[in-house]
């Protein structure tokens, strides 16, 4: 295709309008300011090789999103089989809070968090704990936990766009959430 003025103007102006969104979409996904960055570019880029494919039968923020979420999926692909040279069985954490026959350690069985419901003078703050504490999981974690908790994804799409077993998806979402727990309470809740 051949990009004219017009097509440059209207991309550059989606570009104006809803950069902070996707870059915001990215960051939370990627963890990795400059990645993110690059996805929001590369994502106006594709945005202005196939506008003429955009029939404008969803909202421009959402066609966006869709490019850049197909992006970010092919960064986990990538970054999955990077990390599959690392068994996912090697991801030992809850050693911490069960025993050897599986059952909760005395002490360690969560009990209810303190805080009531965060301000929304707090709001900024939690986020970027929360931000801190998925940025300490392993990458299989943090990347299967966004998928299903900030994108929704069913199980069955994340075990097949991380080409993973149920069974390993279930032990990566327990384990993040134990440690995003054991996160959270040392930096925000019991602060």
């Known amino acids: 295709m051949t990009e004219t003025n017009d097509t440059k103007k209207i991309i550059s102006d989606l570009f104006h309008q809803h950069a902070d969104l996707l870059y915001n979409y990215a960051i939370t996904r990627i963890n990795d300011s400059q990645q993110a960055e690059d996805l929001v570019q590369e994502t106006f880029i594709s945005a202005l090789k196939n506008y003429e494919n955009f029939k404008g039968e969803s909202k421009a923020s959402t066609w966006l999103i869709a490019i850049l979420k197909n992006k ?23 050693d911490n809070y069960f025993d050897e026959k599986g059952h909760w350690k005395k002490g360690s069985y969560p009990g209810p968090w303190k805080s009531d419901a965060i301000d929304e003078q707090d709001r900024d703050e939690f986020y970027k704990i929360l931000q801190k504490c998925l940025s300490r999981l392993k990458e299989i974690q943090r990347i299967a936990f966004v998928m299903k908790h900030l994108d929704d994804a069913e199980t069955e799409e994340i075990c097949k766009e991380l080409e993973i077993t149920a069974s390993n998806y279930w032990v990566l979402i327990h384990r993040a959430k134990l440690q995003l727990r054991d996160c959270l309470e040392k930096n925000w809740i019991n602060v």
């Open 72 to 94: 970010i999926i092919d960064i986990y692909r990538k970054k999955v089989r990077e990390f599959k040279q690392e068994s996912l069985d090697t991801l030992a954490f809850t």
